[in-house]
């Protein structure tokens, strides 16, 4: 590698930097604003959404840690924390038993129902109101750019 390429220039960094912040400052606060909404995390909202954009609402353990971008020992463990509060539960697939099925139940539903339009208003307030078409046009480019080279088979590359 030469020197040149080996520094980011003052575009990079400040691009870089931005990200960064912005990757380590949205999910915190998100976070907080869920727990004190309704004692959940970032995570558990977002594998609850997944689950409620789902066909019949079920998705397998596996395409649901593709969605939520998370090992299965993490999902697991998200899942079985909402299967005790009813919001969620783990079937046996029809087709395969090798495979669990992850299903949002009546009150998972409900639940996510409940806290949609606060979480929907929230990133609206803090990422799309100072944003204008076009801004969101490219955050979309730039993010699946990204993402495409951090994983060329994520879900959100191809999301029909």
Not at 118 to 140: E, G, N, P
Not at 141 to 152: A, M
């Amino acid at each position: 590698m030469d020197d040149e390429r080996a520094w980011l220039n003052d575009k990079e960094r400040e691009a870089w930097l931005g990200l960064h912040s912005l990757c380590t400052l949205l999910p915190g606060v998100l976070d907080t604003d869920l727990q004190a909404l309704q004692g959940i995390t970032l995570f558990d909202y977002h594998m609850l959404a997944m689950l409620s954009e789902a066909p019949e609402r079920n998705l397998s353990m596996t395409e649901l840690a593709a969605r939520t971008s998370a090992s299965l020992s993490r999902l697991s463990h998200v899942v079985k924390k909402l299967e005790a509060r009813g919001w969620v539960v783990r079937l046996q697939s029809k087709d395969d038993a090798r495979v669990k099925i992850a299903s949002l139940t009546t009150k998972g539903w409900d639940v996510l129902v409940q806290m949609a339009p606060h979480h929907v208003a929230t990133v609206r307030a803090l990422v799309f109101d100072s944003l204008d078409d076009k801004d969101v046009q490219d955050l979309t480019r730039i993010t699946r750019k990204i993402v495409g080279q951090l994983d060329e088979d994520h879900w959100i590359l191809d999301p029909a």
